[in-house]
């Protein structure tokens, strides 16, 4: 019942936002399909993170299909057109055996962690370490630090500082990032910041290529 | 001994755990007159002679072993060291004080002791884990390490029926990691003994005690056991919850903290991490592993996968599913106060609805820790690792692809009682990387199989929002619910011809209350659009001082979505009852106590299993 019902509009979406691509896209360009997963401890804002990809690309406002967790999203570049094919974990996290088959064959992850929670860093790391294992070893790995708005002021609300401090310092993450060969960004899925860079950026990698 | 051994082997089905078992009878038998062991005084036994049969028996083992297997040069070298133990331990001392099992334990436990390399030991550990696990599953049934010979017999029986279980927790025990608290009874270590070794060996036996996580029914034994010395406490302290048997006879000696230690039977994760060479060497030494899916119809088996994963999924309560989405984590509780707190600073009057609503909701989930979800999981993650550790520790190329094509086939039956469950564990367990990577098995196995299982992958696609498993699991409910329906209607027996029972894969509806979770709870009343994940409160909120209409809406949709999902999983739960399997005890026990290594370490193992063959 439910689930006809999200499957349904899970499919009807897709088509409705390659119409709306159709106009920036070269009738020769071919998109490119990406896999890509999002993994991460639970509540660091990955479902955030991708609604947020996804929505801003059309302003369609469409209600987001629960369980969505397969959506796809078209990015054109400079000289191409990237169909992401995003997989995302949440909801999952504990079933560890789960992980492999989401980033089996995936050509993109991106790696979510809270910047203001260390201990989800250590679990980024982690997922890092797996995949660099186990995963395809052209893997694009992007780090992203999120809810970045919770550390920054704000300023609405100019009077009281922030409520919760960040507990990873944008330096230690980017070390790390750069130690590991890892694409790195710090973003808030809330306001939107930096979230386009993280796609973009791994789209633009050689190692995504058609 | 001898002879209940043998009969005992006679019922097993399986000929190859029976040769395994005469050849230990024998051992058992042959060493019965050597007079010095260990000993270990004080705990007086009835079953001496026993005992030292069973140390023979280790001797001659490790002989025949050597024909057999590689490792059989590393039983040699240490066969020396063990006699040392034996001289420091006197034969009597054995038979007043320890009771037979103590004795044959014991004999397992010396030999670890001599082996000073536990990584070359190979041969040692193997014979240990073998001893280990025959007392282990002793234990397991009995409380007591202390065992009467007629009592080992029976738990020979129950080990050569289940000849995995023997054969693993070998492996476990070898697994432990070495450093332990229990170490430190070694000190009452017979002289002549090399201390480390006998330490190391001790260690590890003795690391069962943290109760394994995969695991979480079995009860974990404590066994402090100790080691070696003499005195060991038999205490007898070590209380096994499980146990069945009352303690008859404590030996104190190290043999009890041998069969102590072995006891543990599942605890395998604790001491994976710590030595990973060892357990390469001791896989590689049981050549014999033998899983018990091979010794029963895939039929069977399913059916007593159905009736676990059934009494698993009961245990959810709506209302833990009801907090899934805010409860996965500890912290996403702190989150939504903080993003809160935001808002409400923003805004006042939404800041009081919402906090209002958050505070309820934060309240339960703080509480709610070890739920029936957590436990689904928790024996879903632990299922998975079994079907890959069964694959992995199968040493014989022949023999493990078997095993694959059984898993196969037991997941097609799976799929035919609509037991998502299963199916999935299953099949990720035979995707996951350490098993993957055995090319070489996989391209043994038959094409037959191989097609099938290429379909049935298809169930753990995530392509497409989990397209196939949901449309699957939607028939299933309809064709069970039209079923039941049939079934009333006729008041009879389809019942008996066919089962109504379903069971979801849980993550599906997990996986979809987090993401409905992310949805906001209230909706801006100035945009006609419906709720977007990206149009937060706060904005709403800003609006507020305005009239009535421009308040935030509450997010019907969202709450009625999270009713829906957990309707369809209360559906399930009532479906589920409609298995009408009977329980059989035998497979049912095997199919509940599974035991399997995380596949980080498996892959240590599995690259040894594919060169092995």
């Known amino acids: ?210 | 001994m001898a002879e209940e051994l043998s009969s005992e082997n006679k019922q097993t089905e399986d000929p190859q755990s029976m040769r395994k078992r005469r050849r230990h009878a024998k051992f058992y038998e042959v060493k019965d007159d050597e007079p010095n062991i260990f000993v270990t005084p004080l705990e007086p036994s009835e079953n001496k002679g026993e005992v030292f049969e069973q140390g023979l028996d280790i001797e001659e083992e490790e002989e025949e072993d050597d024909d057999e297997n590689n490792s059989s040069s590393h039983r040699l070298r240490r066969f020396p060291k063990v006699f040392d133990l034996r001289s420091a331990v006197t034969i009597k001392d054995l038979e007043e004080k320890s009771g037979k099992r103590v004795s044959w334990s014991t004999f397992s436990s010396l030999g670890t002791l001599g082996i000073e390399d536990t990584g070359t030991a190979a041969g040692t550990e193997a014979i240990l884990s073998r001893t280990l696990t025959s007392s282990s599953s002793s234990k397991l049934k009995n409380k007591e390490s202390v065992k009467s010979s007629s009592d080992i017999g029976t738990e020979i029986q129950r080990e050569k029926e289940t000849s995995k279980e023997v054969e693993r927790e070998p492996v476990k025990s070898i697994m432990k990691p070495p450093s332990s608290e229990q170490v430190a009874n070694n000190s009452s270590i017979t002289p002549g003994s090399p201390k480390k070794s006998s330490e190391s060996s001790v260690k590890r036996i003795v690391i069962t005690e943290p109760p394994s996580k995969k695991l979480p029914d079995i009860p974990v034994q404590h066994t402090t056991t100790t080691t070696t010395t003499t005195t060991t406490t038999t205490s007898a302290a070590e209380p096994r919850g499980s146990s069945k048997v009352p303690i008859k006879n404590i030996p104190t000696t190290v043999q009890k903290s041998s069969l102590n230690k072995p006891l543990p039977p599942i605890p395998i994760q604790d001491n994976q991490p710590k030595r990973p060479p060892s357990i390469s060497t001791t896989v590689n030494s049981q050549s014999q592993y033998r899983s018990f899916i091979l010794n029963y119809r895939s039929e069977d088996i399913a059916k007593q996968f159905c009736l676990i994963e059934r009494d698993f999924l009961l245990k959810v309560n709506w209302e833990d599913l009801v907090q899934v989405g805010y409860t996965t984590n500890e912290e996403n509780v702190q989150k939504t106060d903080n993003e809160e707190k935001k808002e409400k600073k923003k805004d006042v009057k939404g800041k009081g609805k919402e906090k209002e609503l958050e505070e309820e909701k934060e309240k339960p989930r703080k509480r709610v820790r070890e739920n029936g979800v957590d436990k689904v999981i928790e024996r879903f993650n632990l299922a998975c690792d079994w079907v890959a550790t069964e694959i992995v520790l199968t040493r014989s190329l022949d023999d493990r692809v078997q095993v694959i094509e059984k898993f196969i086939r037991i997941a097609q039956k799976c799929l035919q009682f609509s037991n998502f469950a299963t199916l999935t564990q299953i099949l990720l367990g035979l995707q996951s990387p350490p098993v993957e990577r055995l090319r070489r098995t996989w391209t043994r196995v038959r094409n037959e199989d191989l097609r099938a299982f290429k379909e049935l992958s298809e169930y753990i696609s995530a392509f497409g929002n989990w397209k196939v498993i949901r449309e699957a699991m939607r028939k299933s409910i309809e064709d069970s619910t039209i079923l039941k329906e049939l079934m009333k209607q006729r008041k009879s027996r389809i019942s008996d011809v066919r089962n109504t029972g379903c069971i979801p894969f849980l993550g599906l509806y997990l996986s979809d209350l987090v993401f409905n979770a992310a949805v906001p709870s209230f909706i801006d009343p100035t945009s006609s659009q419906p709720s977007t994940p990206s149009s937060p409160l706060p904005s709403s909120s800003a609006d507020a001082t305005t009239p009535l209409h421009h308040q935030p809406l509450i997010n019907f949709h969202k709450h009625r979505t999270t009713a829906t999902i957990v309707k369809r999983v209360l559906t399930f739960q009532t479906l589920s009852r409609g298995y009408n399997f009977s329980i059989d005890k035998e497979i049912y026990d095997k199919c509940y106590g599974l035991k399997g290594f995380e596949a980080t370490k498996l892959v240590v193992m599995d690259l040894d299993a594919d060169d092995f063959v």
């Open chain 1, 1 to 210: 019942m439910s689930n006809t019902s999200r499957q349904s509009t899970l499919s009807s979406e897709s088509p409705a936002r390659a119409g709306g691509e159709g106009t920036n896209q070269q009738p020769n360009l071919k998109p490119v399909q990406v896999k890509l997963v999002l993994l991460g401890e639970a509540a660091v804002g990955k479902s955030s993170l991708v609604l947020r990809f996804v929505n801003n690309e059309f302003q369609e406002n469409k209600e987001p299909t629960i369980g969505a967790a397969f959506l796809t999203q078209k990015c054109r570049l400079e000289d191409k057109v990237i169909k992401f094919e995003i997989w995302d974990t949440a909801g999952q996290e504990r079933f560890h055996s789960l992980a492999p088959m989401y980033y089996r064959n995936a050509q993109a992850a991106v790696v979510v962690y809270d910047v203001t929670k260390a201990a989800s860093l250590d679990k980024a790391k982690s997922w890092v370490k797996e995949l660099q294992r186990q995963a395809n070893p052209n893997i694009v790995i992007a780090l992203a630090g999120n809810k970045i708005d919770l550390v920054q002021p704000i300023e609405e609300s100019e009077d009281e500082s922030t409520e919760s401090g960040r507990q990873v310092p944008t330096e230690e993450a980017k070390a790390y990032a750069n130690e590991f060969g890892l694409l790195f960004f710090e973003t808030s899925a809330k306001k939107g910041d930096g979230v386009r860079d993280v796609f973009t950026e791994i789209g633009m990698n050689d190692l995504i290529k058609i």
